[in-house]
């Protein structure tokens, strides 16, 4: 320790001069001693975050020699007005102040005038590093030491963070300013090229396309598909005790047998008359199952979709809130979650040894496995953060559920289930498998119970049950007869690929490498937003416009839409975040063949004139017939005149169906605010017939109420009549 009075002195030559010694170029590589370390926790700090909700819970974990402040995002961008990139002097930007954030720098250059030094805590990712690096070059701040970075906002991380200041890490800060920078190169040349040869206002983006183009591939599949028929034949049986079960047909004369049609069907009931069926194998046996990984970002925007309904804009905007901090009574403002942008599955190991002694004490030892789960690194992962799990899984989401919203609650919960079961045992099943032989037919009868619960005690991937369902079928024993109720055939369709759920898009564009986490969600607002896909029912389907843009990206720009190239033009980002590859040399490499097709495609492109479809329908302000527009949520109806007249409608699909509660209304599909589709009558307001299913041209056997289509891929239909014999 230094004396006392060399002490002083250092103290009060860092406060005459407003920055701290650390922060200068002389010091700022020196090791940090204990009496160094001892001034700078003395000296008057501000650091400045990103949002509001985080400055308000981090200003709590701090002392009075700190000021919190948010910058409110990023303070500089490339201009919105002109191009911003000289192409030919190395791509160099050309960044300003963002419009509307110059109070914001004013506010943060006036606080930084009043302290001894400057901490930046924005995100520790690509764009918090950039956010960063842009406020040091707005204040003036030298970049040693200045960063600081913590993956939970609790009052022990931030305490060691405050101690553990680093330099910009200017790898990461290349990395994002290489990705802006691609992305402006490919928007701001392909928009005007759209102008020109489609439509005014349209635009393209370098992910964002190859999104949609995913999207279109898959329409133009279900587009071409042909069904193919079969049947199943299912046997309804009793055992000698009289119990029911169902067995399938699953060979003939010891070969698998396929049904194609009804004739081949009736082949199977011809043959299996007078015969004796009797149960020949029975096969019992233990198998394990394990617990799925904690969440990435990826699994959790699919799984708060599965399970919540959210969009993936949405479990981001709850996720931030729950990362940034909430009140929670007694405790205060505090994170409750670890940061919400990674591709890990790996976990502190501070975190395991709690959770595993919360385990024990909750639910007992046999819940605890004898070693901690640890998950397989996917490919391609950059792991630079950990699982997205609690900040403390003592913080339950019964004890905390009065002080969240119910949103909140239940992404809070969804990500503490997963979390703690991720490290409790695996669930033991016992699994039965019968043989049942009827002449020269076998057929298989298949049941399952649960033996040990594991973790399936407190929650299962992608069901609402703690456990799953699992037939449980009668004691059978080889060589016991069992009788033929009843066999059952059925005729069947083969099913075209179903269309993408933002599930099932997030979850594709991860396996095909196609942007990072922090980009799923806005990939998929904007290209909802530029009426290049709606969703109907729940799936993304391509618009008119849509199918156009892609068909003239893929036709003149055939690389920049491909999965491959985009997925390596990431791998290449990457490398930049790794030291590995310059930013300019990825953006020269890319930009020679670009520029090139572009040349080509404003030579070769006509205009192409996208008249818009008339109906039939008169516009009740003006008189003129109204036509067919595209919006975020599907087709609505437009008056032509607008500026003039600017009456729209909703676009209303009868779908052959009588409302069955008016007697002349027929059933139309309709929009909710948010986007989802349900059925009414077409006589609303007189009429308020409403329902989220789709009413079928049928009635009931039962009770003759209409029948609905149940939706998924088999088309069933189901009687919603509750007090119908036949209902759900």
């Not at 015969?275 to 699994?299: G, H, I």
């Not at 909750?362 to 950059?382: I, N």
């Not at 139309?668 to 007189?686: A, D, H, I, L, Q």
Request: net charge positive; proline share 5%.
């Amino acid at each position: 320790m230094l004396p006392a009075p060399i002490l002083a002195k250092r103290k009060q030559t860092i406060y005459n001069k407003k920055r701290y010694v650390l922060n200068s170029p002389l010091t700022g590589a020196r090791m940090m001693t204990d009496s160094i370390r001892e001034v700078w926790l003395l000296a008057k700090s501000l650091v400045i975050v990103e949002s509001p909700a985080k400055a308000k819970t981090i200003s709590k974990f701090l002392g009075r020699n700190y000021t919190v402040k948010a910058s409110m995002g990023h303070v500089r961008d490339l201009p919105r007005s002109q191009f911003g990139v000289d192409v030919e002097n190395g791509f160099e930007p050309k960044y300003i102040t963002i419009r509307g954030k110059g109070p914001v720098l004013k506010e943060l250059r006036d606080a930084a005038k009043k302290r001894d030094r400057i901490l930046l805590a924005t995100d520790p990712d690509r764009e918090g590093e950039a956010i960063a690096w842009h406020l040091a070059q707005a204040l003036n701040v030298h970049e040693d030491n200045c960063r600081i970075e913590f993956r939970e906002i609790t009052k022990q991380a931030i305490q060691q963070a405050v101690k553990q200041p680093r330099t910009i890490a200017q790898n990461l800060v290349d990395a994002q300013q290489a990705r802006r920078i691609l992305d402006r190169l490919v928007g701001y040349n392909l928009s005007p090229l759209l102008w020109a040869k489609v439509k005014k206002g349209l635009s393209a983006g370098r992910v964002q396309s190859v999104a949609v183009r995913l999207i279109c591939d898959r329409q133009a599949e279900i587009d071409a598909f042909v069904p193919v028929e079969y049947w199943s034949a299912v046997a309804h049986l009793l055992t000698e005790a009289g119990e029911p079960f169902d067995a399938k047909l699953h060979r003939y004369k010891g070969k698998k047998i396929e049904l194609a049609n009804e004739n081949e069907a009736q082949t199977v009931r011809d043959g299996l008359r007078d015969c004796d069926w009797n149960v020949t194998k029975v096969t019992k046996r233990k198998r394990r199952r394990n617990p799925a990984p904690p969440f990435t970002t990826s699994t959790l925007q699919q799984e708060a979709a599965r399970k919540l309904n959210f969009t993936a804009k949405k479990t981001m905007r709850f996720a931030q809130q729950l990362y940034e901090g909430l009140d929670v009574g007694t405790e205060g403002t505090v994170g409750l979650i670890t940061y919400i942008r990674t591709d890990a599955t790996r976990v502190a190991e501070e975190a395991v040894q709690q959770t595993r002694s919360f385990i024990e004490a909750e639910f007992g030892s046999d819940f605890v496995p004898e070693k901690a789960p640890t998950y397989k690194k996917k490919e391609g992962a950059q792991e630079a953060h950990e699982a997205i799990r609690p900040t403390s899984v003592l913080r339950t989401p019964g004890s905390i559920k009065e002080y969240l919203k119910r949103d909140q609650y239940r992404l809070y919960k969804l990500i503490w289930d997963r979390f703690t079961a991720s490290q409790m045992a695996p669930a033991v099943l016992d699994g039965v498998s019968a043989d049942i032989t009827a002449g020269d037919y076998l057929f298989r009868a298949t049941g399952s119970s649960v033996r040990f619960l594991g973790f399936m005690k407190v929650y299962v991937e992608g069901s609402d049950d703690l456990e799953e369902k699992h037939t449980m079928l009668p004691l059978l024993e080889e060589g016991s007869r069992t009788g033929l109720k009843d066999l059952e055939l059925k005729q069947h369709f083969t099913q075209p690929p179903p269309r993408f759920t933002e599930a099932m898009l997030v979850k594709t564009l991860e396996e095909k490498g196609i942007g990072r986490p922090s980009t799923y969600a806005p990939i998929i607002d904007t290209i909802v937003r530029r009426g290049y896909v709606v969703l109907e029912e729940k799936r993304f389907a391509p618009t008119e416009l849509g199918i156009i843009v892609v068909e003239i990206l893929r036709e003149h720009f055939g690389t920049l839409l491909d999965v491959d190239f985009t997925a390596s033009m990431e791998r290449q980002l990457d490398a930049v975040e790794e030291g590995e590859s310059p930013w300019q040399e990825v953006l020269r490499s890319f930009y020679g063949g670009f520029a090139e097709d572009l040349e080509k495609a404003h030579e070769s492109i006509e205009k192409i004139e996208i008249e818009d479809e008339v109906t039939d329908v008169p516009c009740e302000k003006c008189g003129r017939m109204m036509v067919v527009k595209w919006g975020r949520y599907g087709k609505f109806l437009a008056c032509p005149g607008y500026p003039e007249c600017r009456n729209t409608k909703p676009f209303l699909v009868e779908i052959g169906v009588a409302c069955p509660d008016c007697s002349d209304g027929q059933i139309v599909e309709r929009k909710s605010k948010k986007g989802r589709t349900f059925f009414g009558c077409s006589n609303y307001p007189e009429c308020e017939f409403t329902s989220w299913n789709r009413p079928v041209a049928e009635t009931c056997p039962h009770c003759s109420h209409l029948l609905y289509q149940k939706g998924g891929r088999d088309n069933s239909v189901i009687c919603m009549n509750k007090e119908c014999p036949g209902g759900k």
